[in-house]
């Protein structure tokens, strides 16, 4: 089970932070990665981190602006989203895998995970 918290409403150019918690079922994932989904779009690849040694990958519309970054003790990784734009507007899901793909096509691909979260809402107004 994956738990998302942090999301809500903030003016452009502001800062968010998203955690999820994994639970016992999904702590030993290899991967672990955000989405995004606004309405009437598709999911997109936001980042994802390899769990053993912290290396991370962005999709290009959050590269230089967003963060993401696990703590292994407490089973979590948060994403730090910075300069918020409005199209940065969806509903964030936080997913794990049992692998983590060195392929870009791979590992921006919602197949490669297993569990996810429910989501949280992150809104930007202009």
């Known amino acids: 089970q994956l738990v998302e918290s942090g999301g809500g409403l903030v003016q452009a150019g502001g800062s968010l932070r998203l955690s999820c918690t994994a639970s016992?079922?999904?702590?030993?994932?290899?991967?672990m990665a955000w989405f995004r989904q606004a309405p009437g779009k598709e999911r997109d690849f936001v980042a994802v981190i390899r769990w053993i040694d912290g290396s991370t990958n962005y999709g290009d519309s959050v590269l230089g602006r967003f963060t993401m970054s696990r703590d292994k003790a407490n089973n979590t990784v948060y994403l730090q989203m910075n300069s918020l734009k409005p199209e940065d507007t969806a509903v964030y899901s936080c997913?794990?895998?049992?692998?983590?793909?060195?392929?870009?096509?791979?590992?921006?691909?919602?197949?490669?995970?297993?569990?996810w979260g429910q989501g949280t809402q992150v809104t930007v107004s202009s």
């Open positions: 016992a079922r999904t702590s030993s994932s290899s991967a």
């Open positions: 997913a794990s895998g049992e692998r983590y793909y060195f392929t870009r096509s791979l590992y921006s691909n919602v197949a490669s995970y297993g569990y």
